[in-house]
């Protein structure tokens, strides 16, 4: 139980920290680009058009793809507690079917992850370019250390991986049950390795959730203070042109 607690109180404040650092994004953002869904700028003038379309676009998706991230996280705290659970009521599910249901939820989590900080990272770039702002920028995010591992599976290990792939046995029963979901609680290795194997999916989803809460607090410490400016100099154009249209209209 203390064990349960610590966790949890490690959570919320990892989910408040990074909370507190997308908070004034999000607010800035709500004076247009959450508000103009689809705009039509029908205040800009032709030539311009484009150019600031373009800019709402990059920041809009620049935005979801932050909030996206934020998203991760949390649904990586339900399926820690996915894989953390069992028995099932009634016996609706099997062990196996149970460790599997939470690789599965991980490892779409796990690529979601890697491919919303890839964007997020090439968006920002693309923004920065159009409003011609001028930083010296690191090289790209790298997935390294927080992607999903995908090295070949050690079939000798103590430990196999059998809610990801079939373990190699000579029993007689996985020559005709390869559908995973019949896949028996009572056969071996099944039985033996249900214990050892959560633990070791509990371990990589904890690792997981380190390195993701790492890597959106790390975009946000190097390029937080950007996006809110970028959001600043869009809200001012867009401002600006109104004021321009209204005054115009006159």
């Not at 908070?23 to 680009?33: D, F, M, Q, S």
């Not at 990586?76 to 953390?84: D, K, L, P």
Request: net charge negative.
């Amino acid at each position: 139980m203390l064990d349960v607690v610590r966790v949890t109180r490690v959570d919320k404040a990892t989910v408040s920290e990074i909370d507190r650092l997308i908070a004034p994004i999000v607010e800035l953002a709500g004076e247009n680009l959450m508000c103009l869904s689809d705009p039509s700028f029908e205040f800009v003038p032709d030539r311009t058009r484009g150019g600031i379309s373009a800019i709402h676009q990059r920041l809009k998706a620049e935005l979801r793809a932050l909030l996206q991230l934020r998203t991760v996280y949390g649904d990586m705290i339900a399926c820690r507690v996915v894989a953390g659970e069992y028995p099932w009521a009634r016996g609706e599910l099997s062990h196996y079917q149970h460790l599997r249901l939470a690789w599965s939820q991980f490892a779409r989590l796990s690529d979601m992850f890697n491919e919303s900080m890839k964007e997020i990272d090439c968006l920002h770039g693309e923004t920065l370019e159009l409003l011609s702002v001028d930083v010296e920028r690191a090289d790209g995010w790298s997935a390294g250390g927080g992607a999903l591992p995908t090295e070949a599976i050690d079939r000798g290990a103590l430990v196999d991986r059998w809610y990801d792939v079939a373990p190699k046995s000579g029993l007689p029963i996985f020559d005709t049950m390869r559908v995973a979901s019949e896949w028996s609680d009572v056969a071996h290795p099944f039985a033996d390795h249900y214990g050892a194997a959560r633990s070791e999916l509990l371990g990589q989803i904890g690792a997981k959730m380190q390195a993701v809460a790492s890597g959106i607090a790390g975009f946000l410490s190097d390029h937080g203070d950007e996006l809110i400016d970028l959001i600043g100099r869009y809200n001012d154009m867009v401002r600006n042109y109104r004021m321009r249209h209204d005054r115009d209209m006159i």
